[in-house]
């Protein structure tokens, strides 16, 4: 499977410098040539239109951080799948454990925007993950079945669908799992994934939370960690290109 590298930007950069640092990820991956592996930028929304022009014919993806799951109508403040997409988006990560912490987003929730996002041909980022709390109470394999089961789309396969484990303690913590920790989730994950559908293997499962160049390689290269989501480190072009190359 081919590893997918994805920078979540957060609520980060102006303009200037989203568009100088997507450039920069675009130049590398096209000099690179034929490179092995999928690399993703999810800018806040209203860079999204301007990256779009930066990375215009390069293979770099264009994704959003978040979306409404409705159609057309009065949701001020809201931004729809459908605008999305024809802003340039190929993902949307949906179900963030920010959104689900500081807005409330739910299971069901992410669900129907999962779903919103698929049905305009991109692809959704479910993402998962445990409270520190619930890892200590061993309670980390329940969680992650419960979320996932709840947040699932109802139509899925490797195309449309990629799964971030993001262990909520971990994100901007500096703070990772052990190698085996994370094993243990993503077998989890893929297992439950397969019982879901029959066309589950190719669905990518991507480990996010306090990835950086020191510890990409040993991580990514866990069995069942198909790449990474990672934000902090992602805003640093360096930081961000020797997380890529560590998948080769
Ligand atoms: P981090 O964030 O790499 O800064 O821990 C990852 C994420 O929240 O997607």
Redesign the pocket.
């Given at each position: 499977m081919k590893p997918l590298l994805?920078a979540?930007w957060?609520m980060n950069l102006l303009r200037s410098e989203a568009e100088a640092l997507a450039a920069e990820v675009g130049q590398h991956v096209v000099e690179y040539g034929d490179i092995n592996f999928d690399v993703l930028v999810c800018p806040p929304f209203i860079h999204i239109a301007a990256i779009n022009e930066i990375l215009a014919g390069s293979p770099v993806a264009l994704g959003a951080q978040n979306v409404n799951q409705n159609g057309f109508g009065a949701h001020t403040g809201e931004v729809n799948s459908e605008m999305l997409k024809q802003s340039g988006c190929s993902y949307v990560?949906v179900g963030?454990?920010?959104r689900r912490a500081n807005h409330s987003e739910t299971d069901e929730l992410t669900r129907l925007k999962a779903e919103s996002v698929i049905s305009f041909g991109m692809t959704a980022i479910v993402?998962l993950g445990e409270t520190l709390a619930e890892r200590e109470e061993k309670k980390t394999l329940q969680c992650i079945s419960k979320q996932l089961s709840g947040s699932l789309p109802s139509q899925f396969n490797g195309q449309n669908l990629v799964i971030?484990y993001?262990p909520v303690w971990?994100?901007?913590?500096?703070l990772t799992p052990n190698l085996s920790q994370i094993e243990e989730v993503h077998s989890e994950i893929r297992s439950q994934l397969n019982k879901y559908s029959n066309d589950a293997n190719d669905v990518r499962i991507l480990y996010?939370?306090?990835?950086?160049p020191a510890n990409s390689k040993t991580i990514l290269s866990v069995k069942n960690v198909d790449g990474?989501?990672?934000?902090?480190?992602?805003l640093n072009f360096n930081d961000f290109w020797t997380i890529c190359l560590s998948v080769l």
């Open positions: 994805a979540n957060k990560i963030h454990s920010e993402c971030a993001e971990a994100i901007g913590s500096g996010g939370g306090s990835v950086n990474g989501l990672i934000g902090g480190a992602s």
